[in-house]
């Protein structure tokens, strides 16, 4: 067993409640447990079984990753890059509010969430599959699902808690285990193709140094199943993206819808020419659009 530590300086505003309902959201708590001071998380890493735990103090997140079995490399660059994104520090979301400081539709969303935040995936590759997981399904059958999908593809950390599988793990079902468990064939055939094209390195999940999002965008759009909102999703819970248009959403025209004072949803044509506007800030804006939705201050736990 190894032990890593990390302190992360929290941003003043920094919304917590955000980050634990959003790693909160299996109730039977399989990969993501709550604990009197945080939260912990499971993720399989470069074959290594990983748990990260952190500890909210204040003005701080400390955190320790309790590694069993050995890693393929040196596991604490991807570590870190877990832990900004399953504590939302990717976007800063204060651009966003000085763009829309006077913006007459905005802005009242804004001061209703100041601070507002995207919580992330622990990994491009968690994003991706719980996208392809959750899509056009009620939330809590997808999440039934994404358990299912962990207890078939992860492994048992000695605490006890499951971890997230890699590419390698899932590459290894079949698509009768997935579809005799209630994934439909088609989910069970996409979360499989991504698996084997990432695990055989035919596909790179790797963000290159410039930040530049187009070549995986492409790459991604390329795989068969895998359409632009899973791509936008993706960018947005794996990455960090602060410039997503989530005009395929449906939750996001619904906000439109309500913020507008329209009868019918806008389409996503109509959608997109609006978001525009707000590049290259539309991730912020997309979570503002959802948390107009919600009687609490936080992002809808499934989008």
Known sequence: MT???????????????????????????VAEQLTPTGLRKGILLQGARVVLDVAFTDGTAVCQADIE????????????????????LRIDPQPFAQLAADDP???????????????QSASPFEALTWAIIGQQINLPFAIALRR?????????????????????????????????????????????????????????????QSGDVAAISQALLAVKGIGPWTVNYALLRGYGYADCSLHGDVAIRAALQKLLGEEVKPDMARTEQWLRQYAPHRTMAAAHLWASLQPKKNLPAGE
């Open 3 to 29: 032990l890593l530590h990390w302190t992360f300086p929290l941003p003043a505003g920094y919304r917590r409640d955000d980050v634990i309902a959003f790693h909160s959201r299996d109730t039977q708590a």
């Open 69 to 88: 079995g050995g890693g393929d490399g040196d596991l604490q660059p991807p570590l870190h890059s877990a832990l900004l994104n399953i504590l939302g």
């Open 105 to 119: 539709l905005l802005a009242p969303l804004v001061r209703v969430n100041p601070g507002l935040r995207i919580v």
């Open 148 to 208: 299912t999908f962990i207890l078939l593809a992860g492994r048992q950390h000695g605490s006890g808690l499951w971890c997230y599988p890699e590419a390698r793990d899932v590459a290894r079902l079949s698509v009768e285990e997935l579809t005799s468990r209630k994934f439909s064939r088609a989910k069970a055939e996409t979360v499989l193709r991504l698996a084997h094209l990432v695990n055989d390195g035919e596909l790179s999940l790797e963000l290159p």
